[in-house]
């Protein structure tokens, strides 16, 4: 990087940042903040226990297992064990899409509903178990659906109702019904990421496996950590379609019960979203011998990377040859768009504070438009979605974590089937394929970029002040207090009601969506324009003719 375009100096900003908390804050905050240096092998503070009162960006367990994981999937009952308000907050607020066309052809939907228990005081006193199982029942009744899913709400792990169990006794008492439940209750763990790590346990339990039918199909593949906001996952699947290959399940947009227990009869697993979806792609490794590579939809080059490694692992000329057409075809329209947006976006400076993998993919799309990330952190990452799955042996599970289940998993005796050599697999790590493995966001950033994990309001504030960026990307909450400092907000959880991002028609949509947010004049009126003249007061007037 040429002298005139390093980046500032963070070490300041820091040290202003952490003036303001009491020592052993600061002390904590500390190793959350580090200053990037793509060749060194830094140590990041992740995936500990929030400072009570800081104003984080993060959710709770119940909401990574049942938001994130399991609410996409449009024909399992999501029945929510608790008071109300778990459940309907989480009703219809992330942008997971359904296909309606399968609908039609006999697949059922419920991603309308919101299913509950709404506990009142007495199941809290004397206990909830027969209100779900009364619940499990008539929902059973009411849609018929092939499984109910039972999610753990703070007060059920309170007061010990036993979601297992219950829902052990209403599947042989309906029999063909899959119910399982899930102990996400929302005090475990740290944020979203322990309820990921438990919706992956469950349905790998008592889900995946289920259906061992041979897929039709030559490549079949299957899609980690793709969760269809905006439409995403249909993008990628139109790709796929197009190249002749087969995604036999997404993990989980758009999925169903019935793809979700064929899925161990890929060939291979794609890993989008690392943090959600890693335990998932491991056990079924372990259990059944697929391989699984990393991989990013978001920015149009990343996406023909993508293809090009999918092409590599089938090692067919063919399909390799057949990636490359499509490429061909789909790339002069995103060259064509991007040309135009980057005479808007060239040069501009953009911050990301998302979830666990946005803000690491969509640095792609930025640098596409010409746009470089200064500052960027997960609300729940772990150090190896940092730092790359090379530190995961070095990473000590803290007390705050240690009550999240990990599942042993062994070698299914009948249906392991190794994919790929050990050769096969090595030689392809070695091209850059990244298998079984996932470099992390840190070594892609640049060099004296800021990297913060668990953000705080405070620390926003104060990084917006220093770095004055085009564009802030995060969500919900933190849209409007950004934009009241003049600043943009392009949310990275909604889309802001867009979308699709991902793929190459995905890539178009976002050149053009931030073209527009940039071009926009509302930026640039809001001060008062007799305030604009500082020191040099006066009152501006037209003649009007
Ligand atoms: S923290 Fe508890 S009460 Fe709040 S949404 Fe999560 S499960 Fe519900």
Not at 25 to 52: G, H, W
Not at 102 to 120: L, P
Not at 173 to 188: A, I, Q
Not at 209 to 221: A, F, I, M, R, T
């Amino acid at each position: 990087m040429s002298e005139e375009k390093k980046l500032p100096d963070p070490s300041g900003l820091k040290e202003e940042i952490l003036a303001k908390y009491p020592p052993k804050i600061a002390r904590k905050r500390s190793k959350a903040m580090v200053i990037n240096d793509p060749e060194l092998d830094q140590q990041i503070q992740s995936n500990v226990r929030t400072i009570p009162g800081i104003i984080t960006q993060r959710g709770c367990t119940y909401a990574g297992c049942k938001g994130v994981v399991l609410g996409p999937t449009r024909d399992i009952v999501n029945l929510v064990h608790g008071p109300i308000g778990c459940s309907f907050y989480a009703w219809l607020t992330r942008r997971n899409q359904t296909d309606a066309d399968e609908i039609v052809e006999g697949g059922a939907n419920y991603m309308t509903y919101s299913f509950s228990t709404d506990m009142q005081d007495d199941n809290i006193v004397f206990g909830g178990e027969k209100k779900l199982a009364q619940a499990i029942q008539e929902a059973y009744d009411i849609f018929k659906p092939k499984a109910i899913g039972v999610f753990s709400t703070c007060p059920v792990g309170l007061i010990g109702d036993d979601v297992h169990a219950v829902s052990r006794q209403m599947k042989e008492k309906l029999g063909d019904c899959n119910v399982f439940g899930f102990s996400c209750e929302g005090y475990k763990g740290v944020s979203q990421s322990a309820g990921h790590h438990i919706a992956n346990n469950q349905l790998f339990r008592h889900v995946i496996g289920l259906d061992d039918s041979q897929p039709e199909h030559k490549y079949n593949v299957n899609l980690l950590g793709e969760y269809n906001i905006g439409g995403d996952g249909f993008e990628i699947d139109r790709i796929f379609k197009k190249c002749g290959i087969n995604i036999i399940c997404t993990f989980s947009g758009n999925s169903t019960m019935d793809k979700f227990a064929n899925s161990h009869m890929a060939d291979l697993n794609l890993v989008m979203c690392h943090r959600s979806i890693n335990y998932m792609a491991e056990m079924q490794e372990t259990k059944f011998g697929i391989p699984w590579m990393k991989v990013n939809f978001i920015g149009a080059e990343s996406t023909a990377k993508a293809l090009r490694k999918v092409g590599e692992y089938f090692e067919d000329e063919a399909l390799k040859a057949r990636i490359e057409e499509v490429i061909a075809e789909e790339m002069p329209s995103v060259k064509e768009r991007v040309a135009k947006a980057r005479k808007v976006t060239e040069g501009k400076l953009a911050m990301l504070f998302v979830g666990g993998s946005r803000a690491h993919h969509y640095q792609e799309l930025f640098s596409e438009l010409g746009i470089k990330t200064v500052s960027a952190g997960y609300e729940f990452g772990h150090r190896d979605d940092y730092e790359g799955r090379k530190v995961l042996p070095t990473i000590k599970v803290d007390a705050d974590s240690r009550n999240i289940e990990e599942i042993k998993v062994e070698k299914d005796e009948t249906r392991y089937k190794p994919r790929a050599s050990e050769e096969k697999l090595k030689a392809l790590d070695e091209k850059g394929l990244e298998v079984s493995d996932y470099r992390g966001m840190m070594p892609d950033m640049a060099d004296q970029s800021l990297i913060v994990d668990d953000i705080s309001h405070w620390e926003t504030e104060k990084l917006i002040d220093f770095y004055k960026p085009d564009i802030f990307c995060a969500g919900i909450k933190e849209k409007y207090v950004v934009q009241k400092s003049g600043i943009p907000l392009k949310q990275l959880h909604s889309y802001d009601y867009g979308g699709p991002y991902a793929g190459f028609e995905g890539a178009k949509n976002f050149y053009a969506d931030i073209e527009k947010i940039l071009s926009t004049s509302i930026w640039k009126k809001i001060k008062a324009p007799w305030l604009s003249h500082e020191n040099d007061p006066c009152i501006c007037a037209e003649y009007v003719a």
